[in-house]
């Protein structure tokens, strides 16, 4: 059984930071590309970051970067997401997300398998 698995959201104040971690189990993690996606209230759900063992690259939303960083310990089957300088418009549910056909895209529909998510939230 696939399973994604997230961890250490909550609350912090603006210019403050966060990591989360995705513990993923139940398939081959080097062949999956990974993403994690956000979703804020009354907004669809947009890619955040996206690593594709295809591509050999990780990609970034506009809006994150230089202040998000992903990374992986494919030996522990984890992805994390560090977050610096959060801002209230980071507000959201994270999830953690696989595409068991590697592209990794900032296209949810593209992905097959997600977690539940976990909420972070930024005060200003």
């Known amino acids: 059984e696939v399973q994604l698995v997230e961890s250490g959201g909550g609350e912090v104040q603006a210019g403050g930071s966060l990591r989360l971690s995705c513990a993923a189990s139940?398939?081959?993690?080097?062949?999956?590309?990974i993403g994690w996606f956000r979703q804020a209230p009354g907004k669809e759900r947009e890619g955040v970051s996206c690593?594709?063992?295809?591509?050999?690259?990780?990609d970034y939303a506009d809006s994150v970067k230089g202040r998000f960083t992903m990374s992986s310990d494919n030996a522990k089957n984890m992805v994390y997401l560090e977050m610096n300088n959060l801002q209230p418009e980071d507000t959201a549910i994270y999830y953690c997300?696989?595409?068991?056909?590697?592209?990794?895209?900032?296209?949810?529909?593209?992905?097959?398998?997600w977690g539940r998510g976990i909420q972070v939230t930024v005060s200003s």
């Open positions: 139940g398939f081959t993690f080097d062949d999956y590309a």
């Open positions: 690593f594709s063992p295809i591509f050999g690259r990780t």
């Open positions: 997300a696989g595409d068991a056909e590697g592209f990794g895209t900032s296209d949810p529909s593209e992905y097959d398998y």
